[in-house]
């Protein structure tokens, strides 16, 4: 939650000169939640975690509403999409792909009965995750009459560096096929996780019967979801493994 400060200027719009108020997030950082002492809003919260799709609650005082929001990059000066205001109490709308990886800044245009205002909040980029491992497998077991062979032991020792940009980002360990492993210390997930590095060894097991393992490390924040994939292709004589990132 930030406090945030105003100051008066003019801005030209379509050719016209209008008296615009802006509203400015006080602090430096990005974050869901953004409240005003000033101006005709009272806060804006972000309640979604998509890096294609923001939709966020806007509460307004008295009798001010807003009539137009749109989200630009976080200088102010290239727009990124044009969005809905509902009812005086949302705004939401798609995001094209390509500008995951920008911070951004959501303006809201509001009026009072006598003034009109440009309020900032800022959307933070979706997290970035860079992941290096090293697996090793040991202890082969034959198969038997109704089940394949396997490796009894597998440990990760990772080199796991996550940047959600924020303090309440937050990380968990994708299960698509096994159990996966732990890597954030030991524990499957971690709650307001700002910038972090982990490196702790740890066991996982793997899908024997298809030969694989395939685990996920996903991290969320206002301005989007990060998913890098982990994907093993297992065999007594070797193994080999691929890596990918998709924004949601």
Not at 20 to 29: F, K, Q, R, T
Not at 212 to 232: H, R
């Amino acid at each position: 939650m930030k406090p945030v400060h105003f100051l008066a200027a003019s801005v030209m719009f379509a050719g016209n000169v209008c008296a615009l108020e802006p509203i400015y997030d006080a602090d430096s950082s990005a974050g869901r939640t953004t409240q005003y002492s000033h101006g005709p809003v009272n806060s804006v919260s972000v309640q979604t975690s998509s890096a294609h799709y923001i939709a966020a609650f806007i509460s307004t005082n008295g009798q001010a509403s807003c009539t137009s929001a749109a989200l630009f990059e976080e200088a102010g000066t290239t727009l990124i999409a044009q969005l809905q205001v509902s009812e005086n109490k949302a705004v939401y709308g798609g995001v094209d792909a390509g500008f995951e990886a920008l911070p951004k800044v959501l303006k809201l245009t509001c009026h009072d009965s006598e003034r009109s205002f440009l309020v900032h909040h800022k959307v933070p980029a979706a997290p970035t995750i860079h992941y290096e491992r090293t697996l090793k497998f040991a202890n082969w077991q034959p198969a038997g009459n109704r089940s394949p062979g396997y490796f009894a032991h597998v440990t990760v020792a990772p080199q796991l560096a996550i940047n959600t940009s924020v303090a309440d980002g937050q990380c968990h360990i994708v299960e698509f096929n096994a159990t996966g492993p732990k890597l954030f210390n030991g524990a499957a997930q971690i709650s307001g996780i700002h910038s972090d590095y982990f490196s702790q060894s740890t066991q996982t097991d793997y899908h024997a019967y298809s030969a694989s393992l395939i685990y996920g490390i996903k991290c969320s924040n206002a301005g989007g979801t990060t998913l890098l994939v982990d994907e093993w292709h297992v065999a007594e004589a070797s193994q080999s493994g691929s890596l990918s990132t998709r924004y949601y």
